[in-house]
C-alpha cells in the first residue's frame, strides 16, 4: 500500500513495478536472424553496461514516465513514454471503435480536451467517411434517450433541454454546454449511457446487482474500498456494487450501438475513474465484444490553492495496470462563484416554493423577497419545483435583472431582482 494525494476524480500512479528478467535468445522454432549478435554475446553487452533506473520515476501507471511530473499540454502515450502531438494521438484515435475520454467533471479545461477530440474525430469522419461518429454520455440515463434524439435533431429548444439535463445531471450544464451545442448542430447521434435511477435505487437499497452474471472487477474493487476508507460489507460494498451497475450499463449501450451499426465509432465521455487502469467500462466492454479501443485521461497538472476538497489523502493498493493509452495534462479552471445566486433558502411544498430564510445583502433582499413568500414565476417562467427555479437561473445573464413574481399573504406582486454571481459580489 502506499500513501498518495489522489485527485478527487483523476488517481494520481501507484507506486509499483514488476520488472521481468527475460533470457536472451531466439524463440523457440524461429530461425535465427541473419547478422543478429549471438544470445550469449548479448547477455555480455547487457551485463558489462547495466542500464540506472530511476524508480522513483517507475511505477504501474506508467512505466516510463512520471505522469504527475508533466507539463500541461505534454500529452504522453503513457505504454511506450513517448510525447506526442494531438495529431499524432489523433491518427491513433481515428481508428479505434470505441475511444474514451475521461473528465474530472468540474475542470473546465478537460472538457475543453474532450471537445478537441470530439471536433477531430467529427472533421475526419466527415472527411473521409470511413466511421459514422456517435458520443455516448455518462451524464444520461437511458431513459433521457427519446430526448436525446430530439435535441440532436434540432427539435428541441435549449430551455426544454436544460429540464432534462438537471434532471439527470447534478453539474453545471455551462461544463458541457459547447460539447452538447457541438453535437446538436454538426447531428451526431448522442447516446444515453447511464443506468436508470430505478435500477440504481434498487442496488443502492441492498436489493443486489440489477444485471445477472455482472461481477465486481477485484483491482478496481481494491482501488475503491481504499479510496472510500475500507468499508466493508456495507457502504463500501454497496458503492462497488452501483459502480458496477453504471459501467456494466454504459458498456451495453455502447456495445448494441456497434452491434447496429458495424461502421460505427462511439467516443464515451466519463469520469475518469470509470476509464483509468482499463477497468470499468473499457473492461467490462472488451469482455462482451472486442473491439478496438483507446483510452485518454486529461488531468489537471495545477490545483487552485485552498481547494482541499479537489483531493483526498488516502492509501492506495499496488496493481499491475497502466493509467491509460494517453495521459493528457491541462490547467484547472471551474465555475466555482459562477452560477447566480438569489440569496434565499427554499422550503419546498407540495404546492410551491416557499421562501424560509432570505440572506442579508443578497438580491433577494435588495429585490424586496420576505420570508413566508411563495415563489410563482422568474421573467414569466413558472416556478412550481425547485428544478424549474435552477432552470431559469441557468438561462438568466449576470449583470442584468428578472422579473420575480411571488405571493405575499394574499397579495401577488412582481419584484426586479439583479442577477449576481457570488464572485460577483452576491451574498
Not at 410563482?376 to 417562467?381: I, K
Request: aromatic share 8%; charged share 20%.
Amino acid at each position: 500500500m502506499n500513501r498518495a494525494r489522489l485527485s478527487a476524480v483523476w488517481y494520481p500512479a501507484l507506486a509499483l513495478l514488476l520488472l521481468t528478467a527475460c533470457a536472451s535468445g531466439v524463440p523457440k522454432g524461429h530461425p535465427p536472424v541473419h547478422g543478429a549478435t549471438p544470445p550469449t554475446e548479448v547477455a555480455e553487452e547487457v551485463a558489462a553496461a547495466p542500464v540506472a533506473i530511476d524508480w522513483q520515476l517507475v511505477d504501474a501507471a506508467s512505466p516510463y514516465r512520471d505522469l504527475n511530473k508533466l507539463e500541461a499540454g505534454q500529452i504522453v502515450h503513457v505504454p511506450t513514454g513517448r510525447e506526442v502531438s494531438f495529431a499524432q494521438m489523433m491518427d491513433v484515435l481515428a481508428d479505434q471503435r470505441v475511444v474514451y475520454v475521461g473528465e474530472m467533471h468540474t475542470n473546465l479545461e478537460e472538457h475543453k480536451a474532450q471537445l478537441q477530440v470530439l471536433e477531430s474525430l467529427a472533421q475526419r469522419a466527415k472527411r473521409t467517411g470511413a466511421k459514422r461518429l456517435m458520443v455516448g454520455m455518462e451524464m444520461f440515463q437511458q431513459s433521457a434517450q427519446p430526448v436525446l434524439d430530439e435535441w440532436v435533431a434540432g427539435l428541441l429548444p435549449e430551455d426544454e433541454f436544460l429540464r432534462t439535463w438537471y434532471e439527470n445531471w447534478s453539474g453545471d450544464f455551462d461544463y458541457y454546454r459547447d460539447i452538447l451545442i457541438f453535437v446538436r448542430d454538426h447531428h451526431i447521434p448522442l447516446l444515453a449511457l447511464n443506468a436508470n435511477r430505478e435500477q440504481v435505487k434498487a442496488v443502492s437499497s441492498g436489493e443486489g446487482l440489477a444485471t445477472e452474471g455482472v461481477t465486481v472487477d477485484r483491482y478496481q474493487a481494491a482501488y475503491m474500498r481504499a479510496v472510500l476508507g475500507g468499508h466493508g460489507g456495507g457502504m463500501g460494498d454497496r458503492y462497488l456494487q452501483v459502480q458496477t451497475l453504471w459501467e456494466e450499463s454504459m458498456a451495453q449501450v455502447v456495445i448494441d450501438a456497434l452491434q447496429q451499426d458495424d461502421g460505427a465509432q462511439v467516443l464515451v465521455l466519463a469520469g475518469s475513474g470509470h476509464l483509468q487502469h482499463g477497468f470499468g467500462i473499457p473492461r467490462k466492454l472488451f469482455a462482451r465484444l472486442p473491439v478496438s479501443y483507446a483510452t485518454v485521461i486529461p488531468h489537471a497538472v495545477t490545483l487552485p490553492e485552498g481547494r482541499d476538497d479537489l483531493t483526498m489523502d488516502v492509501e492506495v493498493p499496488d496493481f499491475p495496470l497502466l493509467l491509460a493509452d494517453f495521459s493528457w495534462p491541462v490547467e484547472y479552471a471551474d465555475l466555482e462563484g459562477q452560477n447566480i445566486t438569489l440569496g434565499v433558502q427554499l422550503d419546498p411544498q407540495p404546492n410551491g416554493l416557499w421562501i424560509k430564510a432570505v440572506r442579508d445583502g443578497s438580491p433577494a433582499d435588495e429585490a424586496g423577497v420576505k420570508a413566508g413568500d411563495l415563489l410563482l414565476s422568474l421573467d414569466g417562467r413558472p416556478l412550481p419545483e425547485f428544478l424549474d427555479l435552477k432552470v431559469a437561473l441557468s438561462l438568466a445573464t449576470p449583470g442584468t435583472t428578472g422579473q420575480l413574481m411571488v405571493r405575499r399573504e394574499t397579495t401577488e406582486m412582481v419584484l426586479t431582482v439583479r442577477y449576481q454571481t457570488a464572485a460577483s459580489g452576491a451574498r
